[in-house]
């Protein structure tokens, strides 16, 4: 039998819709929220970013630089990119890596430099260092710092990152080399560095994937992943690294072998010092290039 639909059946019904609409939509929107919520990593490689006679393509590294940006802030131009995290009026610390068996380069540091003064930042408010940052003119008025180091293995923090890269922010590195560095993180919340860092750049070129001893290098070790790793996050681009270095090693004994002493210090940067997540469910890794030996 048809069942007469009354006005309270009419009301009961469409309400009844009207809610589940709503909680669809809910759902959608947290859903949404969530995805808009992960930190994102740009993951860029090139073929050429090695030259032949084994060192860094200047040009290539520019180019790969240029587009993990556009990937990174979805915008057509680098220089637009770069003009959503610097200002002209800003004074900009390029923090760099030294260490002379595996540095930085200064083709990471001089492209980053170059889009730097694309924005309008004069070069005398722009400078580029390691040790001596703590006391450097430029450094202790800076308005914006750009972290860039290589990724490698280190026998007291597990791997060189980029938040160990700020150890040299402080009067006393010895001091933070306990639990595996796991207070390095704290070192982000001191005057001279909070909330000034503005872009993180893994430098995955020739990463360093085992070594034995604080100042170990043996270039066996050694691999041309032709990489570079960027993200706004320092926290979820140092996980990124790290899972490729564990994922090298395991291709490369053939067997699951942890890095150690495990990486403490990029754990408590997430869970006790809240700079950024160290989750990769929650690492939204966007991927650019040649895609042979990506590992991850």
Known sequence: MKRLITRRDFIKDTGCAALGLAVGLSAMAKEDVEKTSLAKVVLIRDKEAISADGGPNGEVIQSMLDRAMVALFDCENPVECWRRIIKPDDIVGIKTNEWNYLPTTSEVEQAIKKRVKDVGVEERNIAIADRGVLNHPIFKKATSLINARPMRTHAWAGVGSLIKNYIMFVPDPYNY????????GSIWHLPLVKDKTRLNILVMLTPLFYGVGAHHFDPTYTWKYKGLLVGTDPVAVDTVGLRI??????????????????????????????????????????KVGFMEGILI
């Open 245 to 286: 270095i564990q994922l090298k090693r395991k291709e490369y004994f053939g067997e699951d072998r942890p890095v150690m002493p495990v990486a403490h210090h990029i754990v408590f940067a997430d869970k006790k010092y809240g700079l950024g997540t160290g989750d990769l469910d929650k690492i939204d890794l966007i």
């Open 177 to 184: 080399h306990g639990n595996s560095c796991e207070s390095l």
